[in-house]
């Protein structure tokens, strides 16, 4: 791949820019703080002319020569910071992406914080745009260059401004820094954090990855061949030589052939590395997400919780997106709270504020508490199989029910099932395993992560398994959450086995995080398909036998779950949509959903 460096250089200093629509000044009151007159009460305001604010160019030198050409590799960082009076300090806000293609570098950020008190910092991740060193998809090379901007705002660092003079952050910065961004921009925001550098207060990730090893397979299974290596080609400005040569082994080390998690995927989850943590956390991601799926803020939201950070949730009914354009002051009101508190040291009770802001089913947003919310617990969900009932039951395992069949048997139609499949839950298909609560006689909530134990045997060497969740209502069907795993890694993700034929496994894996009402009336379902164990394998279908008494799926629920100790019989339910889309099977238009929704 060709760098995508452009041939012009930028100055390392220039004052100017469009005035921000919504950030027009605002005449101070007299409530104004006369050291901080950008905050009013306990509130930052639009109160610096953006188009007065000053920009900087810096290279930041991280301390190491990680693409090996023989001089230290350095960040490009460029501030935008408000014309304050001389002597006064302000926080950073930091936005670091590989997106910067060429110095292009649109952020909202700026046009929005800069007026309010703040210095906007875009950075490029290492080997990407104008920064030097390699790329590596989340790796320590990543990590760490990204880190020295950190360490640059607080002294630890060098940094020069393009004609080689040195650049003191010290002089404006107060060394308090946040960091912000959507997908992979927040994805390394959550490893930084996980570093525990000093200076970075707070991280708001925004449907960001925890665990790349859960981004690129699912329970074992890669969701494309040769995953790693395109998104480091993606990315790489490919200005080493060393760091071209890099991408294959990259990919090798991911170990695509067994879908193992090793070594490399361990430096590459940040979940291992949350007790270092001193930054605050506001999470921020769509339910409905299934390229950054709903499991890497539930297992990252988890590790904050056992180690006491600091947190707040930011939760919508959208899919991969930046949810500054599609929310307005429904986000913007509570993120300016939460970096005000955090950044500017404002009283504004933001850790008092209810800890979850959840877009319901219909659009509307309701908060908690707590999340998952007070009265949530772990329920034990039943496969059964009820004499002369239409489907498979869910339900308690207090319930008494007439047992039908204990072995359930299908048999996989294609390699990869379609979400069709769900559809028309009552009708006979011998390609999956459908099973329905009776309908609820009231609301049950899911806050949290389910997780799903098979007892299993499979006539192939190797076999994989799909779980959706499924909210039936009425004709309509739809699907909650979709996880896959491979049965070849039964004892661990660590390892992958070769299946004996007619021999009974257990296999146990969670599901997509979610939080979901399903209403008074509807049907909740869990649909079980047979799917290709790794991509690189050709198709053999497998049939699998399930042994329901040994089967379960454990929820996170809330409500009234009386409904769930029954299984009457079931009316045909006929379903005429079904939706939302799963994921592309195309690693291309995968990639591009990541990088548009950084935008």
């Known amino acids: ?31 104004a703080s006369a050291a901080s007159p950008w905050v009013v009460g306990n509130r930052t305001v639009p109160y610096f002319d953006r188009a007065l604010a000053v920009t900087e160019t810096i290279n930041v030198r991280t301390g190491a020569d990680r693409d090996r050409n023989g001089t230290p590799d350095t960040i490009r960082v460029e501030i935008t910071r408000p014309d304050t009076a001389e002597g006064d300090k302000v926080p950073v806000i930091i936005h670091a992406s590989p997106y910067f293609f060429n110095g292009s570098r649109d952020a909202w950020e700026t046009d929005f914080f800069v007026p309010r008190g703040y210095a906007v910092a875009t950075v490029a991740l290492p080997g990407t745009d104008f920064s030097t060193g390699c790329a590596d998809v989340g790796g320590d090379r990543e990590v760490r260059g990204t880190k020295a901007v950190i360490d640059w705002l607080n002294g630890r660092a060098e940094g ?111 979940r291992l590395d949350a007790s270092q943590m001193k930054a605050s956390v506001f999470v921020v991601h769509g339910l409905n997400d299934e390229n950054v799926k709903t499991r890497q803020f539930g297992e990252w939201w988890d590790e904050l919780e056992k180690y006491g950070i600091k947190r707040r949730i930011f939760l919508h009914q959208g899919q991969h997106i930046e949810p500054y354009y599609s929310f307005g002051s429904t986000y913007t009101t509570p993120l ?33 508490k707590l999340w998952p919310p007070e009265g949530t617990a772990d329920q034990q969900l039943k496969l059964t199989s009820p004499l002369g009932r239409l489907a498979g039951a869910l ?35 011998g390609d999956r395993l459908v099973f329905l609560t009776d309908a609820l006689a009231d609301k049950v909530r899911e806050s949290g992560t389910a997780t799903l134990t098979l007892r299993v045997k499979v006539d192939r060497p190797t076999a994989g398994f799909q779980a959706r969740v499924v909210d039936y209502n009425g004709n309509s069907a739809f699907i909650v959450s979709r996880t896959i795993a491979d049965l070849g890694h039964f004892k661990s993700w660590e390892t992958k086995k070769e299946l004996v034929p007619g021999k009974w496994y257990e296999l146990t894996w ?36 399930v042994d329901t008494e040994n089967s379960w799926i454990t929820m996170p629920l809330s409500g009234s779950i009386s409904s769930l100790a029954f299984a009457r019989p079931l009316a045909p339910i006929v379903t005429t949509t079904v939706g939302p889309a799963g994921p592309s099977r195309d690693v291309r238009e995968f990639v591009r959903e990541f990088f548009e929704g950084s935008k």
């Not at 300016?336 to 659009?363: C, H, M, S, V």
């Open 336 to 368: 300016l709270q939460w970096f005000d508190y955090y950044l500017q040291g404002l009283d504004n009770g933001a850790p008092k504020e209810p800890q979850a802001i959840i877009q319901r089913e219909d659009t509307t947003w309701s908060t908690d």
């Open 1 to 31: 791949m060709a760098s995508r460096r452009s041939a012009f250089a930028r100055s390392s200093l220039t004052v100017g820019c469009a005035m921000a629509a919504g950030a027009a000044l605002i005449s101070v009151p007299s409530t």
């Open 395 to 429: 339900t308690t395992p207090s319930a008494n029910i007439p047992q039908g069949k204990r072995f359930l048997t299908f048999t996989q139609s294609t390699e990869y099932s379609s979400d069709s499949i769900v559809a028309n839950p009552t009708q006979p298909r």
């Open 510 to 545: 969670e599901i997509n995080t979610d939080d979901r009402i399903f209403a008074k009336g509807h049907n909740l379902g869990l649909v079980i398909t047979a799917e290709k164990a790794n991509p690189l394998i050709g198709y053999q279908p497998v049939t699998a036998t």
């Open 160 to 270: 020069y401004y393009l004609d080689g003079s040195q650049a003191d952050a010290t002089q404006w910065s107060t060394g308090k820094a946040g960091m912000i961004g959507v997908s992979w921009d927040g994805t390394i925001a959550n490893s930084v954090a996980a570093t525990g550098v000093k200076g970075l207060e707070t991280i708001v990730p925004v449907a960001a990855i925890s665990s790349w090893y859960d981004y690129t397979r699912g329970n074992g299974i890669p969701f494309y061949e040769d995953h790693v290596a395109f998104l480091n080609d993606f990315v790489s400005n490919y200005d080493s030589q060393f760091c071209r040569d890099m991408t294959p082994r990259l990919q090798k080390h991911s170990d695509d052939p067994t879908g193992n998690y090793n070594d490399f995927w361990a430096v590459r989850d940040y």
